[in-house]
């Protein structure tokens, strides 16, 4: 078995990113397919190579979150993985709590919602009438 190298917990949820590479002012638009508070996988037809660098920008909520980051892995036709190496604390911290948050729904429901209810992430189920 493999050693895990992360230093944060992952977890396989969609939200919404842009990627500006350093060689271009064009942002690249896409969604993670996993997502913790010291990076991501951003699936693309066309990945960067590794050891790109880029600044990400991640919504979470009514967030956006930027990181200066740097492209760790590299598959042809998938995607990449992006390891945030410089976040301003406050991001990184509300980044952990939307990931924490998001792990606590065992809902499995699509239309289940992360919203912030004073000042923390909380999970809104969506209202099934009963049949």
């Known amino acids: 078995m493999q050693d895990e190298k992360r230093q944060y917990p992952r977890l396989k949820i969609r939200v919404p990113v842009e990627i500006i590479p350093e060689s271009s002012s064009v942002p690249i638009r896409g969604e993670t397919s996993d997502l913790s508070a010291g990076g991501c996988y951003v699936e693309t037809m066309f990945p960067l190579s590794v050891g790109s660098s880029v600044e990400i920008r991640v919504r979470v909520g009514d967030s956006l979150l930027i990181a200066v980051a740097r492209v760790v892995t590299s598959d042809p036709q998938v995607g990449n ?20 948050a998001a792990a606590k729904d065992e809902s499995g429901d699509p239309a289940s919602t992360i919203t912030v209810v004073d000042n923390e992430y909380q999970i809104l189920q969506p209202f099934h009438p009963t049949r």
């Open 81 to 100: 993985g992006i390891q945030f190496l410089n976040m301003v604390d406050e991001d990184r911290e509300e980044l952990r709590l939307y990931v924490e």
